[in-house]
Structures are given as structure tokens and as C-alpha cells.
């Protein structure tokens, strides 16, 4: 087990990672705590927090909307939940950020913790307080930046955790040691099997290593000014991807951070041996490294996403494994670009 602290003006988290979640849970009154957890991880892990109200928010991203928000407020005032209750968000990426909102709207905000529960949530999705919903497709359109008091990392809970999305949790971990941390991506260019294989230490440590690496930046930029638009390393592309292809996030992301990384060798700035280690560790957690994907059509979904500006995209790009740079690209440079690589 593994306690760290996030400390920045949206609050204060103490986020534990490993250990024993009915300990964490102890620590809340169950007469004044509400769990709004994910569909699938009821199914498996409601005994967890069988002493507290529980209500389902669904799972998938449709769950993460204003509309399911609405019918939630609605649950809170049947249930009378005033500012002395806690909610608690429990699952994956979806019921966090869903929660997060919640209880940072209802009533203007009252206390709330996670109990995050997928590899990728774990990682990232649970640690740096941005809590929203998507709007009529385009994601995280609504949102607040509001730390949860507490986050529990449940490392036991992935043992149900369907392999696939357990992968994808990878991308995030590969990321942090490819934009910020060069000794880390060493190690897990030693350790990655042992971790892909669930080895409770090794993955303890992995995680432990991201949420560091994650909270070092939010503290240093909590609303995303300057050094925290380098965690987007790989994930302009990932939203083109996901949104054209329908391909799962963490897959996206490591399609995109391959591309990222071939752009930044192309453009001069990386050296072609360093672009190819990111390729091959990525290789080695069975996440996707290549796919045909059509120039024009990516680039067009690009131009909607939200890092983009007048007529160029901000994109983040290594100089190095380990350093992050914000590189702006015309719309029609990066198609011709594209057009290369492909
Ligand atoms: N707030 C942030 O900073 C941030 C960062 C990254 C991603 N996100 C968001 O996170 C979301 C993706 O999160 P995710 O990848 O965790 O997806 P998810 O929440 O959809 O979980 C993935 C799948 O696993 C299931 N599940 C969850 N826990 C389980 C368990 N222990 N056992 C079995 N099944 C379980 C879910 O029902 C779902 O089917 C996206 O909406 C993304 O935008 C937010
Ligand atoms: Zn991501």
C-alpha cells in the first residue's frame, strides 16, 4: 500500500493506492455516504459496499451525460442528501468523472471520494480533479476542475477487469514515462511483462509511479495553462480515433503516441531509435501500434477537437524520451505531414 497527497487551490486528495478498500470504506459514515458506482463493477464487487446506498449509474461512455446526471440529482433530493452526505464514485473513468460532477454541482458541491477500479482510471481518469460530461458527442464539453478528498486506487478489484481494458490502462503508464519520467520508461521496458501478468507488487509500483508523475503536474498547472497539456501526448490523434473509428481510448492513445512520435521524428526533433522503443514496448503490452486510418478524414476530426486554434493544432511532441514540447502545426502542413507517414 502506497498513501500520496495532491495539493493544489481546487483541494486537497489523499490518494491510496493498494490495500484493503473495506478499510478505506470504514472511514465513512453510512448513513450519510451515497456509492454511485459503475454497472459491471456491481456485478462483481457490490459486496464491497454493502453498507452503504448504492445507486447504479450504468457503465459505458453514454452513462457520462447531463442527461443521467439529471436523473441523479433527482436520486440525491429522493434520498435527501444535503451537504453533511459524501458520495463516492466508484468504478472506472466513467462513474468518476460522472460522480465528480455530481457532487461538485449538487448544492453547489459537497464532499466526495473515489474508489477507482479500471487500470486506466487508476492511473489517470481518478487523480487531478477534472470531473465532467460529454455533449452531444464531443467529450468532456461540461465540466468542473474540484479535487475528491480522498481517491482509493482498488488494485484487488482488477482481478475482474476484462483484460482488454486492462491493457488499455497501459498507454497512460507508457505515456508518463514517455513525456516526463526517462527512468521510469526503462524500467518498464525491465518490468512490463511482470506487470501485464498482474503481479500485485509490480503493478503497485507502476501505478504508484503514474499517480506521482500524474500529480507532480497537476500541481505544477491544475488548469491546464502550460505543463499539464503535455499528459495529451499522444491523445490529439487518440480523439480522432475513437470518434471516427470507434476504437477505445486507451488503444487510441497508443495509436496516437506512436504517430506523435513519428511526427516528432519527421519534423527533426527525435531520434528515429527513440520513436522506435515507444513502438515496441506498446508492442509488448499488446496495445495497437498501427491501423488504416484515411489523411483527410483524421485530420478534419482533429480540427474539431479542443486543442485546437484559428487554423493550426497544438500538439505534443517528444524531443526526447522523457521531454515533452507544445508544437503547433498548420492544418495543411499536418496533412502533408500525415500523408508521409502513412
Ligand atoms: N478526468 C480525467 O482526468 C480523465 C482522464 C482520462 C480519462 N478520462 C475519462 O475516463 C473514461 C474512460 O475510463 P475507463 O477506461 O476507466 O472506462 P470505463 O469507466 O468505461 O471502464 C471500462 C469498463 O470496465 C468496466 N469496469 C470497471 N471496473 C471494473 C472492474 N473492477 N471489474 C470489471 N469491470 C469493470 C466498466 O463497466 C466498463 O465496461 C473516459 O470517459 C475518459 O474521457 C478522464
Ligand atoms: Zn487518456
Not at 491544475?222 to 481510448?249: C, D, Q, S, V, W
Request: charged share 25%; aromatic share 8%.
Amino acid at each position: 500500500m502506497n498513501t500520496l497527497e495532491l495539493v493544489s487551490k481546487g483541494g486537497a486528495s489523499i490518494i491510496i493506492i493498494g490495500g484493503d478498500s473495506r478499510k478505506f470504506l470504514q472511514g465513512f459514515d453510512p448513513a450519510r455516504t451515497l456509492v454511485l458506482a459503475d454497472e459491471n463493477l456491481l456485478t462483481y464487487h457490490r459486496k464491497k459496499f454493502d453498507s452503504f446506498n448504492i445507486i447504479s449509474i450504468g457503465a459505458g461512455e453514454q452513462a457520462k451525460s447531463m442527461t443521467r446526471a439529471i436523473e441523479l440529482y433527482h436520486k440525491l433530493l429522493e434520498l435527501e442528501v444535503d451537504r453533511s452526505w459524501t458520495l463516492i464514485g466508484a468504478g472506472g473513468g466513467i462513474a468518476t468523472d460522472l460522480s465528480g460532477f455530481i457532487a461538485s454541482t449538487y448544492l453547489r458541491g459537497i464532499s466526495f471520494a473515489f474508489v477507482s477500479t479500471t487500470l486506466l482510471g487508476q492511473v489517470d481518469a481518478s487523480i487531478g480533479g477534472k470531473n465532467g460530461v460529454n455533449l452531444d458527442g464531443f467529450k468532456n464539453m461540461i465540466g468542473v476542475i474540484n479535487q475528491p478528498a480522498q481517491v482509493f486506487c482498488d488494485i484487488d478489484s482488477l482481478s475482474s477487469l476484462p483484460e482488454r481494458e486492462f491493457l488499455a490502462g497501459f498507454a497512460e503508464i507508457v505515456k508518463y514515462g514517455a513525456i516526463r519520467d526517462p527512468e521510469f520508461f526503462e524500467y518498464l521496458e525491465r518490468n512490463i511483462e511482470s506487470g501485464i501478468k498482474r503481479d500485485a507488487k509490480v503493478l503497485e509500483y507502476m501505478i504508484s509511479r503514474s499517480v506521482k508523475n500524474k500529480i507532480e503536474v497537476v500541481q505544477a498547472d491544475e488548469r491546464e495553462l502550460g505543463e499539464r497539456k503535455t499528459l495529451n501526448f499522444g491523445h490529439t490523434f487518440a480523439h480522432g480515433f475513437e470518434k471516427l473509428y470507434k476504437i477505445p481510448h486507451g488503444e487510441a492513445v497508443s495509436l496516437g503516441m506512436v504517430l506523435a512520435a513519428k511526427l516528432s521524428v519527421k519534423l527533426g526533433l527525435l531520434e528515429a531509435e527513440k520513436a522506435e522503443r515507444i513502438e515496441k514496448l506498446l508492442i509488448r503490452c499488446s496495445l495497437p501500434v498501427s491501423f488504416k486510418w484515411e489523411v483527410e478524414v483524421l485530420a478534419e476530426a482533429m480540427k474539431k477537437d479542443k486543442k485546437r486554434s484559428g487554423g493550426s493544432i497544438s500538439f505534443i511532441l517528444l524531443k526526447d524520451i522523457g521531454k515533452a514540447v507544445i508544437h503547433k502545426l498548420e492544418v495543411q502542413t499536418l496533412k502533408t505531414v500525415l500523408h508521409d507517414l502513412r
